[in-house]
């Protein structure tokens, strides 16, 4: 089948679009039109962008909010009352703090400073929104909808690691071994599904201690296979910051979803039948 690729600038790298099937000059035109909307959506969620509409809520401590960061943030306060704050999305101050390398500070920061009613959120004492582990996701779940309305049937968007495919073809992808830098555990299958890892060893800071991830446990990596990428991606986070009641409990809720966990002594959990996706 004919394939076109595409990278563009996002998510403070590069993803890779990949059409299948389609004219490479009509294809262009819609990945083009498609990052236009991907731009739009980063200018929402971006925590690092002072002008985003994220820093902006963060900025002035109550506003009215566009549907998309209200969807988005009613659905991460809702985990983070579900993981009883292992999951947080009020620790941005935290997330800067540790990459300046500055001392981080105990602060009694908690999704329960952040008030919702209607389009009204307010941010209470000193807590800081940061969306990070579900904005990527839902931004590329978007890009693939907007895909699909164009009539594009089969794709593959990597955002950065995290992958949406779409379409009846089968794709084989490998997982890294997140203490061996280019090597990979296994490869699994994926079709029509999203993968998504988090670990703490792409980002961080002087050591895997000081990851970009507040509140890590046990597991070094965790890998999740969902039928979207911001379910797979906020999974992934979640399991990374619960104990192993907390992941059984996380797991049984989303039976749909599979996953599979790196701990620190390298030894492997799977969860919802995840070996049956392993191609050795």
């Known amino acids: 089948m004919k394939k076109t690729t595409f990278k563009k600038k996002l998510f403070g790298g590069e993803i ?22 991907a731009l739009r959506l980063q200018k929402i969620f971006n925590f690092f962008d002072e002008n985003s509409e994220l820093s902006n809520l963060n900025r002035k401590r109550n506003m009215s909010v566009s549907n998309e960061l209200l969807k988005v943030l009613k659905k991460s306060v809702q985990l983070s009352k579900f993981t009883k704050g292992n999951y ?3 620790l941005g101050r935290k997330i800067l703090q540790r990459k300046k390398g500055e001392k981080e500070e105990d602060t009694l920061d908690s999704y329960k400073d952040i008030k919702i009613s ?28 907007f895909l699909e309305e164009k009539g594009i049937k089969e794709f593959l968007i990597d955002s950065r690691g995290d992958i949406l495919v779409h379409g009846d073809s089968t794709h084989i992808l490998g997982i890294q071994n997140p203490r061996e830098n280019k090597k990979i555990i296994f490869s ?15 980002q961080f800071y002087d050591g895997f201690e000081k990851s970009h991830v507040i509140n890590k446990k046990e597991p070094i990596s965790a ?10 991606d906020l999974i992934a986070t979640c399991l990374l910051v619960s104990d192993n009641k907390t992941r059984e409990k996380i797991m049984n809720k989303n039976k749909k979803a599979r996953a599979f966990i790196v701990k620190n002594n390298m030894e492997e959990e799977y969860y919802n039948n995840f070996e049956e996706v392993i191609k050795r």
Do not use: F, P, Q, R
């Not at 294809?27 to 990052?35: F, L, Q």
């Not at 699994?188 to 792409?202: E, L, Q």
């Not at 890998?223 to 797979?232: F, M, Q, R």
């Open 16 to 37: 890779t679009i990949i059409v299948y099937g389609i004219d490479e000059i009509l294809s262009k035109d819609i990945v083009n039109e498609m990052y236009s909307e």
């Open 88 to 90: 947080d999305i009020s």
């Open 118 to 145: 209607g389009n009204i959120v307010s941010i209470k004492n000193s807590s800081v929104i940061d969306l990070g582990s579900i904005a990527k996701g839902y931004i590329t779940d978007c890009l693939g909808k």
């Open 188 to 202: 699994v299958k994926i079709k029509d599904k999203a993968i998504a890892t988090s670990g703490d060893y792409n």
């Open 223 to 232: 890998t999740v296979i969902a039928k979207d990428l911001e379910t797979a």
